[in-house]
Every structure is written in C-alpha cells, then in structure tokens.
C-alpha cells in the first residue's frame, strides 16, 4: 500500500521553477530520506506534500485519496477544503523551529489536536499523551511551557504532538538543524526508535550517516529535480551522478 | 479651605465621576471588539476582480494591461479600513464628537432628543478608539510567527480555531503595553465630552470654579484622573504578570 505518492509535481515561486517533474512514493513502513544542498527544493517538496504549499502540477495522493488531482493540462487541482482536512489526518510534520505552541504547556500541546480536531475522548488522549511522553523520556515535564524546555526537548514535545494525532506518515524538517551539536543525538535516537517500530516516515535532512543508517530509500536532490535515487548504500556509498559525489565530497572529512 | 472645603467640592464632582466612568466604561466596551473587527478589515486580502490575473496573466500587457492589472490587485475591504483609520487617527477628536453630534440634525435633518448627547459621546469615542485599538491588534496579530499558524494548519486547525485558539491569545500578551497606553489616554480624553456639553466630571470642576472663582476644583479633578490611570496602570501590571507564565 502506497501511503503516499507524489506524480510529476511542478512547483514556480513566480519565475523561480523550485521543483521540477519530482515523482515519488512511500510505502507503508518505509523510510524515505531527502537529501541535497540548500535551494535544492527539498524543503519545498516536503511542503507541497504537506499542504503547506500547492502545487502548481502533479498528483498529490494519500492512501489512494486525491488531495490534488492533475487535469488534462497536468495543472493540480485540489480538494476542497473538508476534503483536505480529512487528508491531514493521514499525516504529521516536524518542523526545524519545532513551533510548539507558547501558551501551552507540554500535555496541552500534545493533548488539543486529538481532543480538538480529532474529536477523541479526553481521558483516552491524556493517557496516551503520557505513554508518549514517557517514551520521550519527558514524563516529569508535562506540566512545563515549551521555553521552560532545551532545544531537543521542544523537538521532542513536537515529536509527541505531531504522534499524538495517530498519523499515517510522518514528515521531518530537518529535525536537527536549529539544535546544538551535542542535542542531535536525542532526536536521532528517536527518530531511530519509530523506524524499528515501522512507522512510515519521510526525512529531510543534512545529517548524512544518520539517513545512511535510518533510511530504505535516499533521495540526492538538486536545482529542483531529483538527481539520484536508491538504497542507501548505492546513493551514499557507491553515488553514480557527479552532482551526488560533489555534495557527498564535502560531508566526509 | 479646609478638609471639609475638599470634601465638599469632592462630592459635588461626584455625579461627574460616574458620568466620566461610564464614558470610559462604555467606550471600551465597544471599541475593543470593534477595533478588532476594523483590523480584520484592514488585513483583508479580499480581491474582488482578481479573475482578471489568474487565467491569462501573459496576456496581461499592452493596452489597457496596467489598467487591468492595478483593478486585479485592488482590496476593497482592505482600503476602506485604511481610509477609516487615517480618517479618524488624521482628525481632532474633539472635531469627531461635533460631527457625530450635529450630523444627524445638519445633514440628515433628524432633530435627537437631548438623550442623543451620551450616545454621541460613546459613538464618537468608540470609533475614534477602534481605529487605534484596530491597528494596535494587527501590529499583534501580524508579530506572532508564521510558523504557529503553519503547525495549527498541519495538525488540522481551521481558520477560526488557529485564530481563537493560538493566534488571539499570543497576540493580546504581546499588545498588552500599548493598550495600557490607549487606555491611559481614554482615561484624560474623556474630559473631551465637554464639547457637547455632556457633563462629566471636568465639565463640572470647570462650572464649580467659575462659580466660586477657585482653581481648587481643577486640582481635585487633575486628582481624579491621576488617581484613575494609577489604579488602569496597576491593574494592566497584574494582566501582564498573569500572563507571563510563557514566553
């Protein structure tokens, strides 16, 4: 089952062409991992796919639902918005700046968007919001505010936030960049953690032998198009295209 | 004058109090939420002949493109706020409160009873506070990051949830300082009914020395009002400590 699928998407921010005839889907269970330079469209891609964004072309799909639908021209049209809100459900985001909500504490982040959007019942969402954050390794702070909290334990929290909706797949934003060299580990190792237990995830990042190690499929992106493509050996270890081992090259050191 | 003389001249500024205070009262009641309303209006993007652009924006160019162009971008709703705030921020007050006190008779020929006097007074002062009040809230609205309403938007808020629930509360700590401000000035400017005669409190120390030629009233009125912004300010200060428990 394909939980996502991506077809000939064309993104323009005015005459910029950002993303370029990008196709790609995730199975259920599989790790994906963006990888490429900065203006390489990654990060637009990720929010195509997560609607923050539209596309200007291509199919956006989400267990075999359209949330954008190419027409003839191959111009997406999307969904309207009760059928859009219905597609979030299927998936969550983790964003770099985290974006935790300020004015609420740890449990209530996590707790609002199930009992608020997903319509869940309280007791049922406060009790898994605490096996969440046990798993977190943040038990004792779900009575703090996110600027009580490090770095890596807002990232975290959001984590939790974005788990707590129960969502089909989940997306990362470069996880780890606005964090200190020495708070990464802790978000890998979560991250790690949720592949073992096969969650379906799509990873953009820059921290290369953690792709190498977490990831089933690794894409090199680069000027918008997808350069290179594979398992995580052939793309880290053995890249074919000469974009792929110039950017590598400066990673290794 | 002794204590009593104070006393004396404190009691009859009494009933002006009151009057003073349901002025103030009143006028926040109305200009709060209206402020709101004027600053949703303000940051409309609502753009009625924006079909123009969408479909042939190549074939937007020679004659009559310009044209066509500057009428796909006009914001109807957005540029009639900003007419009614450089209106009512660009004109004295005191000038505002004569116009929505005479226009009805001048204009419209409707004579009001003379129970019209208050409710000029409140009209005048709320639409006046609302233009500050409206720009005020967007200054707040537009400082909380973007990234809120882009986590709200994934998690599957809609327009009015990501509002009321993550944007409205962020946005009234941070326009806290302000609208102390905004509230201080309301609290002096209410002394400006007197234009239409409306006795309030100044109106009334005004009348008592000019009768007993004394400036003692003035003092005890200048008392009033300082009195008044000290026990707004003080309570402003608790509004922000209440609401400091984040960042």
Redesign the interface.
């Known amino acids: 089952m394909k939980v996502l699928e991506i077809n000939h998407c064309n993104k323009k921010f005015g005459e910029n062409e950002v993303l370029k005839d990008i196709s790609l889907s995730v199975s259920e269970g599989q790790v994906v991992s963006i990888i490429g330079p900065s203006g390489s469209g990654k990060s637009t891609l990720l929010r195509c796919a ?3 964004e539209t596309m200007d072309k291509g199919d956006l799909i989400y267990l075999g639902d359209y949330a954008a639908k190419a027409n003839e021209e191959g111009a997406s049209v999307y969904g309207d ?1 009760n059928q859009l ?1 219905a597609l ?2 299927h ?3 983790v ?1 770099q ?1 985290f ?5 609420y504490s740890v449990m209530r982040n996590i707790t ?2 199930p009992i ?3 319509k869940r019942p309280k007791e049922e969402v406060f009790a898994e919001a605490r096996v969440l954050l046990a798993k977190m390794g943040l038990s004792e702070k779900e009575k703090a ?3 009580q909290l490090s770095g890596g334990q807002q990232q975290r929290v959001s984590i939790a ?1 974005a788990l707590a ?1 129960k969502p089909k797949i989940l997306f990362f934003d470069e996880p780890t960049s606005a964090l200190d060299p020495e708070l990464t580990g802790e978000i890998l190792k979560v991250i790690q953690d949720l592949a073992a237990e096969h969650m379906t995830m799509v990873i953009v990042t820059h921290e290369m032998s953690f792709a190498r190690d977490v990831s089933d499929h690794i894409i090199f992106m680069d000027g918008g198009v997808i350069v290179e493509e594979g398992a995580p050996e052939e793309v880290i270890e053995h890249p074919k295209q000469e974009r792929t081992k110039a950017f590598l090259c400066r990673f290794q050191s | 004058m002794g204590v009593a003389g104070y006393l004396n001249i404190a009691q009859q500024l009494g009933e002006g109090m009151l009057a003073t205070l349901l002025i103030f009262v009143l006028t926040l009641v109305f200009s709060m939420p209206l402020g709101l309303l004027v600053a949703f209006a303000r940051m409309s993007k609502w753009a009625p002949f924006g079909f123009l652009l969408h479909k042939d924006a190549g074939a937007v160019k020679g004659h009559g493109g310009h044209l066509r162009g500057g009428l796909a971008a006009f914001q109807p709703i957005q540029f009639l706020a900003k007419v009614f705030i450089s209106i009512l921020r660009g004109t004295p007050l005191m000038l505002q409160l004569l116009v929505v006190y005479f226009a009805p008779f001048y204009i419209f020929g409707i004579s009001l009873s003379k129970g019209y006097r208050l409710i000029a007074v409140i009209l005048g002062f709320s639409i006046n506070y609302a233009a500050y009040f409206a720009e005020i809230y967007r200054s707040g609205i537009q400082s909380v ?1 973007v ?2 309403y ?2 709200a ?6 327009k009015y ?1 990501t509002f009321f ?2 944007v409205f ?2 946005m009234v ?1 941070r326009i806290l300082p302000p609208v102390t401000n905004e509230i201080i000035t309301l609290v002096k400017d209410t002394a400006m009914a007197f234009v239409l005669n409306y006795t309030e409190m100044f109106t009334l120390a005004k009348q008592i020395a000019a009768a007993k030629t004394t400036i003692i009233p003035l003092f005890v009125a200048g008392a009033f009002y300082f009195v008044f912004n000290a026990v707004v300010a003080h309570v402003m200060e608790r509004v922000e400590k209440a609401l400091s ?3």
């Open positions: 997560t609607l923050l918005e809100r979030k459900k998936f969550g985001l964003f700046n974006n935790l909500f300020p004015h609002e968007p608020l959007i997903g505010y996110p600027h936030r909706m | 990051p990234g809120q882009e986590a938007a994934v998690l599957g808020y809609n949830q629930k993550i509360p962020q700590k428990y984040y960042r």
